[in-house]
C-alpha cells in the first residue's frame, strides 16, 4: 500500500485518513513518546544516519500508524505501508526491501502476524541492510546476496508478547501507546470537529471523549456520526442532548462500551455465570473470533476493571455486574 494522491494514508476507516495529524506538533498526548523520538529523530538527523528501528505496541486506534506517517514526514522522507498478514513468503517482502530509497521508512502493521520464514529476513535487512535470497533448490541452488540502502524499519503490534525475542532486540526504540485522557479526547474531537466545518461545544466534546474508551479512532468515529445525526435530525446543531441521543441510539453507553462489548460482558455473566471462562469458550459462543475479542474488547474491559484475567479464564467483576445492572451471584 502506498500513499494515496493527497498525501493521506488509507486508514481502517475513511475518517482515519482524513482525520489523522500530518506532522507530529498536530498530534495530542502521547508527550513523553513524542519527545523521545524527537531526540532520536535530531540526532540521527544531526549524524546524517537513518532512525533506528522502531515498535510500536498497543490497543488498536491508539495513534501507531498515525506515528508511523508522521516520524517520515518530519524526516522528509518517504514511507513504503505493508501489513504482517500480507507478508505470508519471503518474496513477499522483497519488493518493499529492494525498493527502499536511503533513510527511508518501511513499515510493518500487525508485525506479529508476520510468519517465521519471512521474520529471518528480516534480521539481516535490520541489522547489516543486506539480504541473502536463494535461487533455485536442490543442488542448483545458489545464494545471492542483496545490499539494502539503510533505512528504518516502523513495526506495530497490538500483541507485543508474541514477538520472537530475535525480533524484538532489533529494535532500538520501542515504545507502548497508552490509553488517551478524557481532556486529550476532547481536543482531539474540537480539532477535527474543525476539519469537518462542524461546530461542537466543550459540552458536547466531552460526551463524545467519555464515551469513546480512551480511544482517538473512537472518537472519530462517534463525531463522525454525531455530526450525520445532528444533520438530519437537529438542522445540523449540535449539543449535549442531542450528542447523548445520537449515541444511546447505536447503543453506545456512559463508559463507551458499545453493543458487542456489552453483549461479551452479558455472555460471562449468562452463559458462564460470570466464569472464569475461557477466551476461546466465550468467542465460540458469541460467534466472534478471538483474535477480535482479545485486540479489541478485552482491553478496555480489563482496564476499567469490568474484567479480570486469571491463570484459569476471564472473571467478570462486580463493578460489572453493577454496570450490566444484574445481581450477583451468590457466592
Ligand atoms: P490499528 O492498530 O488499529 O492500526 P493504530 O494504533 O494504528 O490502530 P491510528 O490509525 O494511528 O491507530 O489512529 C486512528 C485515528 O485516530 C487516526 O486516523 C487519527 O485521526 C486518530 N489519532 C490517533 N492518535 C492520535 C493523536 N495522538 N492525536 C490526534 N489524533 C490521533
Redesign the pocket.
Known sequence: VSEDPEGQVP??SE???R???RRMD?????KDVIERLKIAIDAAQSRGEPLGHILFD?P????????ATVIPAEMNTSVQMANGAGLRAPKDLLPYLTNVSEGSVLFI?EIHRVPKAVEEYLYTAMEDFRIDVVLGDGVNARTLNLELKPFTLIG?T?RAGMLSAPLRDRFQIREH?GWYTPQELAE?VHR?AKKLSIEVDDASASVIADRSRST??LA?NRLLWVRDYAQSKAGGKVDREITRAALDMIGIDHLGLDKQDRNYLDTLMRVFLGGPAGLDAIAHTMNVSGDTLEDEVEPFLLRSELLVRTRRGRLATPNAYEHMRRPLPAS
Open positions: 486508514g481502517r475518517a482515519d485518513g482525520l489523522r495529524p498536530e498530534m495530542v498526548g502521547q498497543g488498536p486506534g491508539l495513534g501507531k500508524t498515525t506515528f502493521d506495530a497490538t501507546l482531539i477535527n482517538p479512532r472519530n
